[in-house]
């Protein structure tokens, strides 16, 4: 009898490393593993993955460079509507999941298998982004989700691991770590409860500079293409060298309380410093660039998309309709901007732009003008508050009569 073959959405961690051995050893099929990288993995690592995936026991492994396509179909979008979840987390491993499962629904079109399977926990939102996905691109397909099914802890996956003869670095799996483009996501014993940091030793990426200097950011309609005096083919290029430079400051490190897909409240910690950085110079510039009503209104979609996006809405129409008004809403957002970087912490200087709307020869805030006279403000302002004045007039002959 032919074993049946299932696409395996696989890191070389701890979870989909059970997967593999649980799936060929438990249940008989014969797994094909695919790993996306979006960013996290060099070409050691991913050898190294590979030859991991091979000695658990997998048919076929196939690995697929995601990362630009991950750029252009999310981040971009992301950077374009300054999108922090709760003002914090700029969805890191949220967007990277969707692009993971986009890859491996058309991986598993393409070899016409039609079950796939995913390493996330009954706890989460990966569960739901990699379901869904697959829900409307494989509609026949059957779903493998052993970790959730099997509701097993970190520690007896490990235990599960070591009775089969696998090697693994146990003690770092210990932690949850899932790195990619756009942040890079830490998991652990401190993040299961309310209150802790996770510890210095855990974080990836180790603190290593001091003292200040200053970075300068050049976007060009909206998209980072320049790191100090080096101009990139590619923002990819760009956020990997932002990243270089300012991770060893310990910047964009912090712990994330949010709201799951399924209800619950969940941590979790990230190391984002590019992001960071990228986001806050970002809505800086369009500060400068942009006017209030579109600011207002960028907001208001941006919660939206950020939202939408996080719980594995990647797919609907509306995400498309929102991204081409952001794409419209950059034709100005073009120019520097300067932020200093101290361990731990950053601050943003200012920005230099052609577009640079305080540069206005109308007038300067706070100073003399040229462009209208006291008289003019003084109309302006009788007939900009002309309807309150009009309300408070008939609330208070309102009140009075109710005197009498």
Request: charged share 25%; net charge neutral; glycine share 10%.
């Amino acid at each position: 009898m032919t074993a049946k073959k299932v696409i395996l959405g696989f890191s070389g961690g701890l979870d989909t490393s059970f997967c593999v051995k649980h799936l060929t050893l438990d249940k008989g099929m014969e797994v094909h593993s695919v790993l996306v990288d979006t960013g996290g993995f060099n070409d050691a690592e991913l050898k190294r993955i590979e030859e991991h995936a091979y000695t658990l026991g997998v048919k076929t492994h196939t690995t697929i460079s995601a990362v630009k396509t991950y750029y252009e179909r999310i981040i971009k979008f992301l950077v374009f509507g300054n999108v922090l979840k709760n003002q914090t987390y700029p969805l890191s491993v949220s967007a990277e999941r969707l692009i993971q499962a986009l890859e491996i629904a058309k991986v598993a079109k393409e070899k016409g298998i039609n079950a796939v399977a995913h390493g996330s926990t009954g706890a989460g939102n990966d569960q739901v982004r990699f379901d869904m996905v697959f829900h409307v691109l494989l509609p026949d397909a059957e779903i493998f989700t052993p970790i959730r099914d099997l509701r097993l802890s970190r520690e007896e996956e490990i235990a599960y691991l070591k009775k089969h003869d696998v090697k693994m670095d146990f003690e770092k799996a210990a932690y949850s770590i899932n790195k990619g483009l756009w942040g890079t996501s830490v998991g652990g014993r401190e993040t299961l409860k309310s209150l802790g940091m996770i510890p210095e030793e855990a974080w990836p990426t180790k603190v290593t500079k001091t003292g200040t200097e200053v970075v300068k950011l050049t976007f060009q309609k909206g998209e980072l293409f320049g790191v100090n005096s080096k101009t990139f083919e590619h923002p990819v290029q760009a956020i990997q060298a932002l990243h270089t430079l300012a991770a060893p400051y310990g910047i964009g490190r912090d712990i994330h309380v949010g709201d799951t897909i399924i209800g619950i409240k969940g941590r979790v910690g990230f190391e984002a410093a590019a992001p960071i950085l990228i986001l806050k110079a970002h809505h800086l510039l369009e500060k400068h660039v942009l006017t209030k009503w579109q600011q207002n209104l960028k907001e208001q979609l941006a919660q939206f998309y950020g939202n939408f996006l996080h719980e594995g809405q990647i797919l609907d129409p509306v995400m498309r309709d929102i991204e081409a008004f952001f794409e419209n809403s950059q034709a100005h957002v073009s120019g520097d901007v300067s932020i200093e970087l101290h361990p731990y912490r950053y601050q943003c200087l200012g920005v230099e732009s052609q577009f640079d709307l305080m540069k206005s020869k109308m007038g300067m805030y706070g100073e003399m003008n040229s462009g209208w006279s006291g008289e003019d403000v003084r109309g302006f302002s009788k007939i900009f508050g002309n309807q309150i004045k009009i309300f408070h007039a008939l609330s208070e002959a309102k009140d009075g009569n109710k005197e009498k």
